[in-house]
C-alpha cells in the first residue's frame, strides 16, 4: 500500500501562483509514477500532469506552459508548479501513484493509490 499526502492548496488571484507538494509514504517501489488530477463538482477527474523518473511525462493541454511538475531526490515527493492561474484552475486537486512507467499518463483507471486532495481556489 501507499499512502499520499496533499499540501499546498489555497486561494489565489487569477495571475498568480501556488505550489502544490505530495508525499508518498509506505510501499514507495509501487509509486515510480506520481501524478496530478483535479476534479469540480460534476465533473470527471481530469489528468493534470505525471512525471516518472524525475521526468515529466504527462501535461493537459490546459496546463502546458503554466504548469510545471517534478520529483524530490528521493523521488518520494512530487511538486506541482502552478503559475499564471485562471479561475478555471479551480479545483480539488488530487496526487496519485501508480507502479508503471507505461501507464504514467492522465488517465484515472491508470493510478492505483490516491491522496485526500487539497483545493485550489483562484479569483478572477
Known amino acids: 500500500q501507499v499512502k499520499l499526502v496533499e499540501s499546498g492548496g489555497g486561494s489565489v488571484q487569477a495571475g498568480g501562483s501556488l505550489r502544490l507538494s505530495c508525499t508518498a509514504s509506505?510501499?514507495?517501489?509501487?509509486?515510480?509514477?506520481l501524478g496530478w488530477f483535479r476534479q469540480t463538482p460534476g465533473k470527471s477527474r481530469e489528468g493534470v500532469a505525471a512525471v516518472y523518473d524525475g521526468l515529466a511525462r504527462y501535461y493537459a493541454d490546459s496546463v502546458t506552459g503554466r504548469f510545471t511538475v517534478s520529483q524530490g531526490d528521493a523521488k518520494n515527493t512530487v511538486y506541482l508548479q502552478m503559475n499564471n492561474l485562471q479561475p478555471e484552475d479551480t479545483a480539488t486537486y488530487y496526487c496519485?501513484?501508480?507502479?508503471?512507467?507505461?501507464?504514467?499518463?492522465?488517465?484515472?483507471?491508470?493510478?492505483?493509490?490516491w491522496g485526500q486532495g487539497t483545493q485550489v481556489t483562484v479569483a478572477s
Open positions: 509506505g510501499s514507495t517501489y509501487l509509486s515510480k509514477c
Open positions: 496519485a501513484a501508480t507502479n508503471s512507467g507505461y501507464d504514467c499518463e492522465g488517465d484515472v483507471l491508470k493510478y492505483n493509490f
